[in-house]
């Protein structure tokens, strides 16, 4: 009933392999042009793997060794206080760093600690900042006050050009600079600022965030026309955080899925409401008055300082990181157990690259995940995670799409496209012949998926899940 869209068979490719040394991958990086750049990506991803000596500044951060530094002498706080932020401060960051959600000795990191030192440059006294990378899929940047910046994976895969990198950047470079880190932690420890009503004291909350933010913002123009970046392309990066990946049904493109089984827009509205946290609704509204005061700024000026240079270090380096970037987005999405972005994000990226093998992994795993969830009751538990903290119009589309299709149509979604991809891919892809397994397993019994497991111990017996077929087999 259902056509899969890679119904052909397709001839066996080599398998690119990344290098994840800094030193090696930037000399390959320079070398491409843009087109085969981008070929290295057709037929296969290998996700980054942390490997090599840990950074000294990488330890300094686990081992909460770094200086932080507060320099404010209207804040009210007594040395209790300020001892107390800098142990919070150092926590925070310990957890994050040793939970494995950092990169290092990774492609990205070298590249954007590139554009942040084209940036300090112009600053002086030139501030210590120590900018990393990290696996989270937020489009988000933090900075704190011991002068860790931290950028999601998740804003690198949205960003169009190095400027609207740059700007980012220096956005969170305008937070340190203003010590906004230990002042907002100031403000909610002083008694005087908790209001009678909670309304008030959120109001309150808010209208703070919306000034450091405004105050972040104007500072972080200023410094882009310094470094000779176009401050105009910058400002596009709050229009990137705002809307949506792309914008069209993923899912119809790729199936042929009966109309009736889609969520209306109304049901659409209804499911993104549901059990939508309040304070989720404010984020938005900031970066939209953000927006607004950074036109009416540039507006209100006789003549706008800015240049026609959107690239300071190479677009070629850009673009890699971009792209490795919008792949590192669905490993990471799939690790979380958020497998509708991660099939959202492998069905945009496979509409580019049809023939790679590991977006069709991930959409296989992803689907298989669904169903597997589905079929014993428990879809709701997986969905709303990602209905309560994913502001993407066309991803909670899919979630709806999800949550509304019954099981049958759903396995019969799920076995046509296994059944294309195991054909395919069998033989040379440990992760489509092991959710194959999985699936005839869930649908038709042990007995009649013995087969597939045989398959896979055959096939991968260095595989990561060779015992587990194995046990299956027996």
Not at 329 to 344: K, P, Q, V
């Amino acid at each position: 009933m259902l056509n899969i869209f890679l119904n052909k068979k397709r001839t066996q490719s080599g398998l690119l392999y990344f290098i994840h040394t800094v030193n090696a991958f930037r000399f390959l990086v320079l070398s491409f042009l843009p087109t085969a750049l981008f070929a290295q990506f057709d037929n296969n991803y290998i996700p980054i793997k942390a490997k090599g000596e840990m950074p000294s500044r990488f330890y300094q951060t686990l081992t909460g060794e770094t200086e932080i530094k507060i320099v404010l002498e209207d804040a009210d706080l007594s040395k209790k206080r300020q001892k107390a932020f800098e142990t919070t401060t150092r926590f925070t960051l310990q957890q994050i760093f040793l939970s494995g959600s950092i990169y290092y000795n990774d492609p990205c990191t070298p590249y954007v600690r590139e554009v942040m030192e084209s940036l300090l440059a112009t600053v002086s006294p030139k501030p210590q900042i120590d900018v990393f990378v990290s696996r989270f899929a937020s489009p988000n940047a933090a900075i704190w006050q011991d002068g860790t910046l931290i950028i999601n994976i998740g804003l690198l895969a949205r960003l169009e050009n190095e400027t609207q990198l740059a700007f980012v950047l220096a956005h969170e470079i305008g937070h340190y600079q203003n010590n906004h880190p230990f002042r907002q932690y100031a403000r909610q420890n002083q008694p005087d600022n908790i209001q009678k009503r909670a309304l008030d004291n959120l109001k309150a909350s808010v209208a703070y965030t919306q000034e450091k933010e405004e105050e972040a913002d104007a500072f972080a123009l200023e410094l882009l026309t310094q470094a000779g970046y176009d401050n105009d392309e910058g400002r596009k990066a709050l229009d990137l955080i705002l809307k949506d990946f792309v914008s069209e049904n993923c899912m119809s493109h790729f199936f042929p899925i009966d109309e009736a089984d889609m969520c209306s827009e109304l049901e659409v509205q209804t499911y993104i409401n549901m059990d939508r946290r309040t304070a989720g609704h404010f984020a938005p509204l900031i970066v939209k008055k953000r927006q607004e005061e950074m036109e009416h700024s540039a507006a209100s000026q006789d003549e706008v300082a800015s240049k026609d240079d959107v690239y300071m270090a190479s677009p070629n380096d850009f673009e890699a990181i971009r792209h490795i970037a919008q792949f590192e987005l669905i490993e990471n999405n799939y690790s979380e157990a958020d497998y509708i972005s991660t099939l959202y994000y492998a069905m945009i990226l496979q509409k580019k690259y049809r023939d790679n093998i590991y977006l069709s992994a991930k959409i296989a795993e992803s689907l298989f995940q669904l169903y597997f969830y589905k079929k014993r009751g428990a879809i709701d538990r997986i969905l709303k995670v990602n209905r309560e903290n994913n502001a993407q119009k066309e991803i909670l589309r899919l979630s709806c799409f999800m949550r509304k299709v019954d099981e049958d149509t759903l396995q019969e979604l799920v076995g046509t496209y296994l059944s294309t991809q195991y054909k395919n891919w069998g033989e040379v892809d440990e992760t489509i012949a092991i959710t194959m397994a999985k699936y005839m397993e869930a649908t038709t019994g042990r007995e009649e998926a013995k087969s597939y497991f045989q398959h896979c111990t055959k096939h991968f017996p260095q595989g990561k899940h060779y015992l587990y077929a194995k046990a299956r087999c027996e």
